[in-house]
């Protein structure tokens, strides 16, 4: 069976295994641990997403082998063949490109590793 799981924010898959820090007011959910926290100092996270209009803030991350991906509020987060965590967008254009750029990062690593 496919494990697939909708993630909306943080904490949301059931594998991301956060704990609240701190006490009362400053309390908040630790880091996921599939999906991270979508950090980019390119992109102001005050910004919106062009494909789903929500905050950069927003977003979380998924760590790959090479480089990584984003997960806008929405996506569905599901398990591939290799045993790696993949997020998938309703709007199957933009998984395409998606993909293409992270087989691109992929290869430019491999690139600057064999030099
Ligand atoms: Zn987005």
Known sequence: ?????????????????????GEGENKFLS???????????????DELCSR??????MHG???????????CPGDIIIKNAAGEWEAYHKDREYNNKRQMESVKVCQDTINIDSK
């Open 1 to 21: 069976m496919m494990e697939a799981y909708i993630w909306y924010k943080n904490g949301d898959h059931p594998e991301d295994n956060c704990t609240f820090i």
């Open 31 to 45: 880091e996921g641990k599939v999906v991270r926290y979508f950090r980019d100092p390119g992109i102001p996270g």
């Open 52 to 57: 789903c209009d929500f905050f950069f803030t």
């Open 61 to 71: 991350w998924i760590d790959k082998p090479c480089g990584g991906q984003m997960v």
